[in-house]
């Protein structure tokens, strides 16, 4: 049964069509508000190799001269280069200002093929039919339509609302799950932000099948929210602003891994890791991120945030369009279904988010054979962060190997050690490696804990002594005995030098996961505490 609903602006108002199966009857649905003959259809490969065709053919029916236009898919697509030839096409339909064009395909057709309509000839009228999840429940409504520049997402764009959206449920049966998912994300949002009884709603939902069976009814609901919030802020001013919960953090991520991961998909892992940070600031009220958690489990999206560069989130946030003025403004939650707005410098953003982000140094100290380097090595790919091996540093600057050093005087190594200290103190955002004799000075670790966290990885003597060859460590040539004499004596200082400790006695990814983890809840704690004052 067909749902409809009407977003009525001051200037504007356009109707929204719910029903399955419709794809068929919408030639006759554009003659009901269009009334020339020439259309142009802007969709994308995926779409138009599944739907195309019947497409054309219902507007055929209805008497319709129809043009398609078929861009890649996937976000390259929304740039000037892209929308340059589209121009082009139009020109040489020779489609007018009092012709039409219909945006067929997800958001990126919808976003491309709504701002070529916007500035083509100053304005044509268009219909979006938006085949994704995404795009059925938000960026069809709105009028928000945009390309993307080398910086960031939707940097080029306008507000033009289309002459009618037209939706069709059934489209969603031939879409990958990812992309379910990837419109769940914001279906989550909508009822974080607005319907505590609509979040409860989809709880219940145990599988694909409900969900399929619900579908109608969750489209409905989602857009009939977007109608309230954008109808009272229609240029995204004010109020509007809470529809971006999650998109702060959302947006880095999603351009930190060069779109690893769908819009939906990053927005859901932002609303939980933003909400988990507003509760430690005691924003919002407590159990809040883990019931988005559980959501996001119930539908089997991730919620953990991934192991990226810092910067990358925080230079996206420079053109947020949030960022106004010096001021961000960053979406929070009150509770499940009530959301606040919090303005803050744009220079506190990482005060305020940082605690959830790998920022500093790691630097890792132990016996030799504690695995700091194998470990460092593990972290630093799942961080995308550079490893400084300070053994190999110190070689690869002094133009000789350790052995050399060593059989002249152990001190000239020492004294290398201690310089070379004082110098990757002044790096930022690596994992170093430390050799296991740092702590004999402790001014080495005075050079190294500026910009670091020191982690000691207590890996137990009899593992040590199983697992090292000491032929090749100079120090060690004396064999285990010394080794032994070794540990008895740094033991204590490894933990008194140390920020925070963590035994390596497992497998190498799942320790380095345990080491990111506790350096995380460390900078968040750290964080937290400047906060508050």
């Known amino acids: 049964m067909m749902k409809t609903l009407t977003v009525e602006f001051k200037t504007k108002k356009y109707d929204v069509i719910i029903e399955k199966d419709f794809i068929e009857k919408i030639g006759n649905e554009v003659a009901k508000i269009y009334k020339n003959t020439k259309i142009s259809v802007i969709t994308d490969e995926n779409v138009f190799d599944i739907y195309g065709e019947k497409l054309k053919t219902s507007l055929l029916k209805s008497g319709f001269d129809v043009d398609i236009i078929v861009v890649k898919p996937g976000e390259d697509s929304k740039s000037f280069t892209v929308l340059e030839s589209i121009y082009k096409k139009l020109l040489s339909f020779n489609l007018t200002r009092g012709d039409m064009i219909i945006a067929f395909g997800g958001g990126v057709v919808g976003d491309l093929g709504g701002f070529a309509a916007s500035t083509y000839l100053r304005g044509v009228d268009y219909i979006h039919v938006p085949t994704t999840l995404l795009a059925q429940i938000d960026s069809s409504i709105g009028g928000k339509v945009g390309i993307n520049l080398d910086e960031g997402k939707n940097l080029a764009g306008s507000f033009y609302h289309p002459k009618k959206v037209i939706i069709d449920p059934n489209f969603l049966n031939t879409l990958d799950d990812k992309y379910i998912k990837d419109g769940l994300g914001e279906v989550i949002k909508y009822s974080c932000i607005y319907d505590e009884n609509f979040f409860n709603q989809l709880l219940e939902i145990k599988n694909k099948n409900q969900l399929f069976e619900n579908m109608e009814d969750i489209i409905y609901t989602c857009c009939s929210i977007k109608k309230e919030i954008v109808e009272k802020d229609e240029r995204d ?180 050690e201690t310089k070379y200290s004082e110098k990757l103190s002044k790096k930022y955002s690596h994992i170093i490696a430390t050799g296991g004799g740092i702590v004999k000075r402790k001014e080495n670790i005075s050079h190294l804990r500026n910009n670091s966290v020191i982690v000691f990885l207590n890996r137990p003597l009899e593992n040590i002594l199983s697992d090292i060859d000491t032929e090749t460590r100079p120090l060690l040539a004396e064999g285990k005995e010394l080794l032994k004499k070794l540990y008895n004596e740094r033991i204590n200082l490894y933990k008194e030098y140390c920020d925070l400790e963590v035994k390596n006695i497992g497998d190498i990814p799942d320790v380095a996961d345990e080491i990111i983890e506790v350096v995380l809840d460390h900078e968040r704690e750290l964080s937290r505490s400047q906060m508050m004052a």
């Not at 991520?253 to 998909?265: D, F, L, M």
């Not at 559980?294 to 810092?310: D, Y």
């Not at 403004?329 to 803050?344: A, H, P, R, S, Y």
């Not at 982000?357 to 380097?373: A, Q, R, S």
């Open 237 to 416: 001013r004010g109020s509007r602003m809470v529809l971006n919960f999650g998109h702060t953090f959302g947006h880095g991520i999603e351009r930190s891994t060069n779109y690893k991961y769908t819009h939906g998909e990053a927005v859901a892992i932002g609303m939980y890791n933003i909400t988990k940070r507003s509760e430690e600031l005691e924003l919002t009220e407590p159990g809040t991120s883990e019931k988005i958690k559980a959501i996001l489990n119930n539908f089997n999206i991730e919620h953990k945030l991934p192991n990226i560069v810092v910067e990358g989130i925080l230079s996206s946030m420079k053109y947020d369009k949030k960022n106004i003025s010096g001021f961000i403004n960053l979406i929070l939650l009150k509770k499940i279904g009530e959301v606040t707005i919090k303005k803050i410098k744009s220079e506190e953003v990482y005060s305020f988010l940082g605690g959830n982000l790998v920022k500093k140094n790691i630097v890792l100290i132990g016996m030799p054979g504690c695995g700091k380097t194998t470990l460092g090595g593990e972290i630093s790919r799942k961080l995308n962060k550079n490893l400084i091996d300070m053994d190999i540093y110190i070689e690869e600057n002094e133009k000789r190997t350790i052995k050399e050093m060593f059989a002249e005087n152990e001190n000239i190594f020492r004294d290398a």
